[in-house]
């Protein structure tokens, strides 16, 4: 354990992929480790990058990485897809596209699927961006593809949250829907040489009018990351939302919001856990066989179980 | 109190009004009440309605009510918008499609929204039913207006479930998204005089034949509720689909799984309510700012709260 923790703070690949697989299975030596390296996280700049399939993001995040890389900064990144059962090594092979920086010291790449992570996606997701985190990665970028409840949960772990559109990919309304309009800080119009690219970037720029006027307004820039174009701007502009959260205080309300969220649901996922595993006792379900054959009411054997259960809550005696 | 619930026994109007009114509530005096009538419960054939707006829900309910009083049974309804904060007597005048029964004592129609339910919308509309049943109405209609997550939940307080679709509506893809087909065990294809419904009913027996063979093929029933076409067939078949419950064993099998269900409904959501009023406690607050400052971690801090909670969990000393 101690030479896993020196490993990640060193930086050193194989360290940081194990403890990234360690800390998947949720065992006690995973929460030690997370425990360890907690106290040295914090200092990294985690952008979440999200949007609807096909959208462009991971040909922009090789874009961005190479940027990066360029002004000498270190990047970390995760990315999470919710509806593969696969994670780690895995599908590294499959990234094709971010290959190029497979053999660069300065450049960490990572997927997560839904396998295996007894603590729920968003905790695990969680818990590897710390340890990039911890291993000193200067940026940590988070993908996710598609944009549902789940994906929206990861993006809570972020600074900046970067969402990805296309022209004339009609997902507008679904991302609307979603929810993740309100939580973006830029808007990205990828693939902004086809069609359509002008309007969807004035509908934004017109939603975002109704919005109102608000400290931070999300600039809308237009990219096209296979030829390159926009990706200086994207980075300028990342900056700028840096310094802005840094200055106006929210980057640490911020932060403090979204432990708040995460301690919650770490907590909300082990009482759903007890909760299921009570119900499978005997004596759980001969209480339902009784409340079945109206011997039993559900109010009470409610109250009765959660008083098992529960330090202070009244029972049958209150 | 026991007035109150004689009242409800004899089926007097204002009784079973006021017990539903003081079960939303969720007060003490409630859960009383409650577990006084709960054993009197379990006689009536409730029947779930569900589909997507403007499917023609409420006529067909109305014409259904009028042929079960036809056959001389008593008939209770509880309309279910968890879109609309109104419930209780307020939106029963709006309900102008069913003022017809309003002088008929064999028929109580009461609507539910999601204000004020303590204990959630699926667990205040299951208390309603219980009302009625204990009332003695031979049959309960539950209709939900819509087919998301929520309509799926009060729909497994239903012995039997009818979907109702319309030719053309194009929301049969919705529908099937909201996993509502699944549990459909009756299809009415309302408003079948219109165009597009002879292929609606082909697209459902087809989905029906690839589901493959099981012991109770769903029906597709088409009706055109506004000229009372097709209400007995409803019928017909609805006492089938009863007769079937009761001599496969599945009746029960489902009841069972229900109450199972609704208990867990019931512990999670005072779960929750435990950790959201755990979270305002000004300790609880300090622990966050300490997170926040990297002096605690979160996992540990997680165990420490849980243990505080939960009989049985071993917190720090574990």
Do not use: C
């Not at 929460?31 to 985690?46: D, I, Q, R, S």
């Not at 054959?293 to 009470?300: A, F, I």
Request: proline letters at 3%; charged letters at 30%.
């Amino acid at each position: 354990m101690e030479d896993l923790i020196k490993g990640v703070r060193h930086r050193d690949r194989r360290s940081i992929a194990r403890a990234i697989t360690l800390i998947e299975g949720a065992s006690d030596e995973a929460e030690a480790l997370a425990e360890a390296l907690y106290p040295h996280t914090g200092k990294a700049y985690v952008v979440g990058v999200t949007g609807p399939p096909g959208a462009g993001k991971s040909t922009l995040l090789n874009r961005l990485i190479t940027h990066l890389r360029g002004e000498g900064l270190t990047v970390g990144v995760i990315a999470v897809d919710p509806t593969s059962p696969f994670s780690g090594g895995a599908l590294l092979g499959d990234r094709v596209r971010m290959t190029e920086h497979a053999l660069d010291e300065g450049v960490f790449i990572r997927s997560m699927g839904t396998r295996g992570h007894l603590g729920g996606l968003a905790a695990a997701t969680q818990d590897a961006v710390r340890v990039l985190d911890a291993a000193g990665f200067d940026i940590i970028l988070v993908e996710t593809v598609g944009v549902g409840q789940t994906e929206l949960t990861i993006m809570e772990l972020a600074d900046t949250v970067v969402l990805v559109l296309t022209p004339g990919a009609g997902d507008i309304v679904q991302v609307w829907k979603a929810g993740i309009m309100e939580i973006a800080d830029l808007f990205l119009v990828n693939k902004a040489d086809r069609d359509g690219a002008r309007k969807l970037i004035a509908d934004l720029e017109e939603m975002l009018d109704l919005a109102g006027k608000k400290a931070w307004r999300p600039p809308v820039i237009p990219t096209v990351a296979t030829e390159r174009r926009g990706i200086d701007e994207l980075w300028r502009q990342l900056q700028r939302h840096r310094t802005h959260l840094r200055e106006s205080g929210e980057g640490a309300t911020r932060r403090l919001r979204h432990l708040r969220r995460e301690v919650r649901g770490r907590m909300e996922y082990r009482l759903r856990q007890r909760l299921s595993e009570l119900m499978l006792e005997p004596a759980f379900r001969e209480d339902l066989d009784r409340l079945h054959r109206r011997e039993e009411v559900p109010h009470r054997l409610v109250r009765k179980w959660l008083s098992r259960l529960f330090v202070g809550e009244g029972g049958e005696s209150s």
